[in-house]
């Protein structure tokens, strides 16, 4: 059968390598261009026809990605690829998973709807599954899920010694608890109430039991950093020994990590995701293996 190609976009060409080495795959090459109008030029410049691909393009500026991301999906289908998957590594539009307000958009839903008429099949790492028990709830097309608690699991039994695994808010507690498990540590959550995009206010249980023990704090999304820095602040009200924060996905907004930085953590790591300093965590061999699985398809009928 003839390798599968993984192509890139810019800002994935790091871990598009890796992962096509990973996968067994080609590299995949490309040109992309913005117009002075911000309207986006893609070129495919290895032939797809009757190959199966893979785009990769994490989402953590999604809005900008995602036309490039939907203009060469349908380039590579028309030109012949037989499946194009997304590998996302983050994907974005998970959190508004219920219309919090009356009229929002339901953008996760309108997301999976554009992405499912777009690709073949995705691969993510840790999606924020909060009222969705799975992707299949929103995605039409076959989905993989990879989780990262046994590598960050791994990383803390290494790095850190007597670790408590404290989740930031009840939202976590699957991937405190998972990550708490691979870790063989105890865990614990956090409550918190969110009244705004940056107005977070927290209640930590008591830690007087784990006064030798050191907190690890772990989400799956670091975004403006809040829920963490109210998190790290009353473990510093309690006097427990600065804590190690862990996500999951460094989406870090503008002043984020500098505002995370100035609460005093012991450290701020994150899994390789979305690039950035803090990625200490390694998910492309587990993501490659992922993608694997979905080139393995032996002579399936190209789709229709
Ligand atoms: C939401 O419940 C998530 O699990 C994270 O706690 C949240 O997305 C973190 O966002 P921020 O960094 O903006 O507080």
Same mark, same amino acid.
């Given at each position: ?34 117009? @002075? ?5 893609? %070129? ?38 037989? *499946? ?76 850190? +010694? ?7 808010? +009840? ?14 540590? @105890? ?14 206010? +927290? ?22 950093? %809040?829920?963490?820095?109210? !998190? ?30 100035? !609460? ?24 490659? !293996? ?9 002579? *399936?009928?190209?789709?229709?």
């Amino acid at each position: 059968m003839t390798a599968p190609i993984i192509f890139s976009l810019p800002g994935n060409t790091a871990a598009g390598a890796q992962l096509a080495s990973m996968a067994g795959a080609e590299i995949g090459l490309l040109s992309t261009h913005t117009f @002075p109008d911000e309207e986006s030029l893609v %070129r495919v410049d290895t032939d797809p026809r009757d190959r199966d691909v893979a785009v990769v393009a994490t989402l953590h500026h999604p809005n900008a990605v995602v036309m490039p991301l939907l203009f060469l999906a349908d380039a590579l289908h028309s030109l012949g690829a037989r *499946r194009v998957g997304l590998i996302a590594p983050y994907l974005a539009y998970m959190r508004q998973d219920t219309r919090f307000n009356p009229g929002e958009a339901l953008t996760s839903r309108t997301f999976a709807s554009i992405l499912s008429d777009a690709v073949d099949w995705l691969v993510t790492v840790d999606p924020h599954l909060h009222r969705y028990a799975s992707l299949a709830d929103i995605y039409d097309i076959p989905t993989a899920a990879v989780h990262a608690s046994k590598e960050i699991g791994a990383w803390i039994a290494t790095h850190v +010694e007597r670790p408590l695994v404290i989740g930031p808010d +009840e939202e976590s507690r699957q991937w405190a608890e998972s990550v708490a498990a691979a870790a063989k540590a @105890p865990f614990t959550v956090v409550t918190k109430t969110r009244h705004g995009d940056v107005d977070v206010i +927290e209640s930590i249980p008591d830690l007087r039991a784990h006064t030798d023990r050191t907190p690890v704090l772990v989400d799956d999304i670091i975004s403006t950093a %809040r829920t963490m820095i109210a !998190a790290v602040n009353h473990l510093h009200e309690q006097r427990a020994q600065p804590p190690v924060c862990i996500g999951v996905h460094a989406v870090f907004a503008t002043g984020a990590y500098a505002a995370l930085e100035n !609460a005093g953590p012991a450290s701020i790591v994150t899994t390789n995701t979305i690039p950035h300093p803090s990625n200490q965590i390694d998910m492309l061999p587990a993501i490659a !293996a992922a993608a694997r699985s979905h080139f393995d398809v032996g002579d *399936r009928p190209a789709r229709p």
